[in-house]
């Protein structure tokens, strides 16, 4: 059955012509070995939406000598989640990681605004300069060489849509809760401070094949085919798999792609696993 996720369509209704804007949150460089993430605990409930408004900072400076997914990030708690229904969300310590983790229990600050954004030097379905055009360097850098190696095999990848703001994101999220309902939603976007487009790491790729969708069927086409067997040469890694809803929180996004740097994208894709697991920080299944 093929599920549609947010069409170019969908996005215009919300936010004009210049905003096809997909799922969640639903990216050479010389990186070198960034520190896992690492945060603290607040006691916002996970239920309402998050007042860590989330924000961006440069890229991270700082490395480590290694990565390991035994490495989990180190927080403080100042309440102990209980359950999924009223866990507190974890406030991100180190946004400007290459490794940062955003998701429904993790959220960005709000003031958090990532400045190194450029704009990629690669094929977009649309004509506007918009914000969602662009990815932080080290991303942007690693997207070119990526769609230059599709490119090589005969394929034509499209970036559809990069960094997204705070401010968009509670616009794109509301939308859909107005028309599809909290439940779907909740599986295809990111409540406002909790999306990794707001990091300036991910971004939805799409083909002509697909329509330049971002729907599940990108990842039959030969395109989203390439993309998932190639993306961690790259630095990229599919962040929502196909299987992992209960992991993520989020339903299966081919189109997806977040850059985490060649050494852990590696490691996550030949497992198999994603980033929670990775780093050992899951999302409930009844969190969604």
């Given at each position: ?46 239920t309402s939406e998050p007042t860590l408004d989330p924000t961006k900072t440069p890229e991270s400076t700082a490395a ?225």
């Amino acid at each position: 059955m093929k599920k549609k996720c947010y069409t170019m369509a969908g996005i215009t209704a919300v936010l004009g012509t210049a905003a096809i804007i997909g799922g969640c949150g639903g990216s050479s460089s010389s990186k070198g070995t960034e520190a896992p993430p690492t945060a603290i605990v607040s006691s916002v409930p996970s239920t309402s939406e998050p007042t860590l408004d989330p924000t961006k900072t440069p890229e991270s400076t700082a490395a480590s000598s290694a990565i390991s997914p035994t490495s989990a990030p180190t927080s403080k708690a100042t309440s102990k989640p209980t359950d999924s229904s009223n866990s507190s969300i974890t406030a991100v310590a180190n946004p400007e990681s290459l490794q940062v983790i955003a998701n429904k229990n993790r959220a960005l600050p709000s003031n958090y605004i990532p400045d190194d954004l450029v704009e990629p030097n690669v094929p977009f379905p649309y004509k506007e300069k918009v914000e969602k055009r662009k990815l932080r360097k080290a991303a942007a850098d690693a997207l070119e060489e990526m769609f230059a190696g599709a490119s090589n095999d005969g394929l034509t990848l499209y970036a559809v849509s990069g960094y997204r703001s705070y401010a968009t994101q509670k616009s794109l999220y509301n939308h859909y809760v107005e028309t599809q309902g909290e439940e779907h939603a909740s599986r295809y976007s990111a409540k406002p401070g909790t999306s990794e487009h707001q990091t300036g790491l991910a971004m939805d790729v799409s083909s002509q094949s697909a329509g330049f969708q971002l729907e599940e069927n990108f990842g039959t086409t030969p395109e989203g085919k390439w993309l998932a067997a190639h993306c961690a040469e790259y630095g990229f890694v599919i962040r929502y798999p196909n299987g992992k809803e209960n992991i993520t929180g989020y339903a299966y996004e081919p189109w997806h792609v977040r850059y985490v740097g060649k050494d852990v994208a590696q490691q996550v894709m030949a497992k198999g696993t994603t980033l929670e697991e990775f780093y050992q920080l899951a999302v409930p299944a009844s969190g969604n």
